[in-house]
């Protein structure tokens, strides 16, 4: 018996009209195109296709977020996995969002896209349309990203191509399947540990502070404001930041000092914060500053976004949360 899923459509490269990419499909085109262009999907499951929202990804929003786990969340039992069709630019903030708004899934939640249009020579929208749609018809019960010819776990996925039909990678954790002319599974997926919960809170009160060597200490100053309850400082190799002259010590100090929770995340792409290697990261540590460990600044971003959503009123729950694994974003051995 054939599985039944959602196709949901955000919009997106993948749907633009072929050449000019300033232009994109209307809704109700949209259907009839990828019918059209990838007739082979209706063979691989039973489809129901939704526009849910047609834009740019850079312009995604939370609203648009809470809008597209909500529809996920209210047809969970009707359809047997999800595949999400979405813009590169902000793909793996949505993945990194939507794992922590679905938390403990039994069914697949797989988000693809295109860096051709669909109707374009040489599109990789097919391909991964259809691959992404075979793949929601397996086990693999969490949010992902397919691209190219990788199923990776969305809230390890980083964008790392602007170009490149290989465009996402999973710096510090293996892919879930990759597909050649079989599709290998690693049978590393989540399993769920208890009951399915959904949270569509989430708040916009973080900012990340992007650091560099000769960055002024006092710019931190702008975040006193009531608006920013969570500082993400995206640091140099294990969490690294001058503290000798520079003020950082003094002003991170003084942001934890007022409430904010201020968690370092690094600029590499591979290994680990770890404030306990250097005497930079360990003043941090002593300060307040906490480890993301091997998380991506993408999922810290979107994990403080989602854990103010629901335990805005209790800062040390918050604190607690972020060192713990919600959806699979962060190793436990890196604490």
């Keep these: ?55 740019d990804s850079a312009d995604m929003q939370p609203e648009h977020w809470i809008k597209l786990a909500t529809t996920i969340h209210d047809s969970m039992d009707q359809y047997d996995g999800f595949v999400i069709i979405h813009g590169t630019d902000s793909m793996a903030f949505t993945a990194s969002a939507l794992s922590f708004m679905l938390q403990n899934l039994k069914k697949p939640v797989i988000l693809t896209g295109s860096q051709r249009p669909l109707a374009e020579i040489r599109t990789d929208a097919r391909t991964n349309l259809i691959n992404s749609v075979e793949l929601a018809t397996h086990p693999i019960p969490e949010v992902s990203i397919f691209f190219g010819t990788k199923l990776l776990r969305g809230n390890r996925s980083v964008k790392i191509s602007s170009t490149g039909f290989q465009a996402f990678e999973s710096p510090n954790f293996p892919p879930l399947a990759e597909v050649g002319l079989d599709i290998s599974f690693n049978n590393n997926h989540l399993q769920p540990q208890g009951e399915f919960r959904f949270y569509p809170e989430l708040s916009d009160e973080v900012i990340e502070v992007r650091y560099f060597p000769g960055m002024r200490a006092d710019v931190l100053r702008l975040l006193h404001t009531d608006s920013v309850k969570a500082v993400v400082i995206n640091a140099l190799g294990m969490g690294n930041v001058a ?21 370092i995340t690094s600029q590499c792409l591979y290994g680990r914060v770890d404030l306990t290697r250097y005497q930079n990261g360990k003043r941090l540590a002593e300060v307040g500053a906490i480890s993301a460990g091997d998380m991506t600044t993408e999922a810290t971003i979107v994990k403080l976004m989602h854990l103010l959503g629901v335990y805005g009123d209790n800062p040390e729950k918050i604190e607690e949360k972020v060192s713990t694994p919600l ?3 962060l190793s436990i051995a890196e604490f």
């Design 243 to 263: 503290i000798e002259k520079s003020g950082f010590l003094r002003e991170i100090k003084q942001l934890v000092d007022l409430g904010k929770i201020v968690v």
């Design 327 to 329: 959806a699979g974003e």
């Design 1 to 55: 018996m054939m599985k039944k899923l959602l196709l949901l459509h955000t919009g997106g490269t993948f749907g633009m009209v072929p050449l000019s990419p300033e232009q994109t499909l209307v809704p109700a085109q949209i259907q009839e195109h990828i019918t059209r262009y990838v007739p082979e999907i209706q063979k691989i499951a039973d489809i129901d296709f939704q526009v849910i929202f047609n834009m």
